[in-house]
């Protein structure tokens, strides 16, 4: 789904409230509740993303370290051609090092559309804003189903002064854990560019996450991208060195 995509206590216990009470919550409120889930000071994670091509499908493993909401380093592990190639976000900018030419690359304007590693993925989701609430507006347009779990539907249409990847959204919310299990992705025009959806969860401490999810650009040929977290730690310690280009090098 897409993805990484990070209140105060007043705020959480008035939304416990309101549900306690059969009152649905706002789309606002469903959105902050989702956030929750992903929210942490820092995280360290190990991937596997399956891209299934028409040719069949490769694997590439990765490990990343985050802080915040904007900072963000990942090291490829695995095939051995891409092994140790890095990529580091701050902010909205992004750069990757390659061993292979040992440049640092920034990655911009255009090419934040192409695909990341030939996956699902563009440089353009890596890089959107993980607080959907700061880019769309939001209101709840129904219930339904998916995979028999109860999910709030939310739409979501990018704000006046805002010109996001994609304009519009649906997103199928579990009602039980506050993930978007389904979601699709729009132009301007109404064309369906891209789904997202969460194949498995599972419970990291007092939180749940996604353990699978998949990627699919319905402008590819192919049956997704598929991105398995192999393990993930919230708030560890993780030095100052590895949010800077110099860490990309070393």
């Not at 091509?53 to 990942?74: C, F, M, P, Y």
């Not at 699709?184 to 401490?205: C, M, N, P, Q, R």
Request: charged letters at 30%; a positive charge; one cysteine or more.
């Amino acid at each position: 789904m897409k993805k990484t995509i990070i209140v105060v206590l007043g705020f959480v216990v008035a939304v416990g409230y309101a549900v306690s009470y059969g009152e649905a919550p706002s789309g606002a409120e469903i959105l902050e509740r989702i956030d929750s889930n992903y929210r942490s000071k820092t995280r360290i994670s190990t991937a596997t993303m399956v891209i299934t091509e028409r040719r069949g499908a490769r694997t590439v493993k990765s490990r990343s370290w985050g802080r915040g909401l904007d900072s963000a380093l990942t090291q490829y592990l695995y095939p051995p051609r891409e092994k140790d190639t890095k990529m580091l976000k701050l902010g909205d900018e992004l750069w990757i090092w390659s061993p292979s030419t040992d440049r640092i690359i920034k990655i911009s304007g255009h090419m934040l559309r192409q695909s990341m590693m030939g996956s699902d993925v563009s440089y353009e989701d890596f890089m959107e804003d993980p607080k959907l609430a700061n880019t769309y507006d939001v209101k709840v347009s129904g219930e339904e189903k998916v995979n028999g779990r109860p999910c709030y539907v939310l739409a979501l249409t990018a704000k006046k002064d805002k010109t996001p990847a994609y304009y519009s959204r649906n997103v199928w919310v579990d009602r039980e854990h506050y993930l978007g299990l389904k979601e699709e992705l729009y132009a301007k025009s109404g064309k369906l560019l891209k789904k997202i959806t969460i194949d498995e969860i599972f419970k990291v401490g007092n939180r749940w996450y996604p353990k699978q999810i998949t990627f699919k650009d319905m402008l590819r040929s192919g049956d997704g991208t598929r991105i398995i977290i192999e393990a993930i730690e919230f708030d560890v310690d993780i030095p100052d060195y590895m949010f800077t280009k110099a860490s990309l090098k070393r």
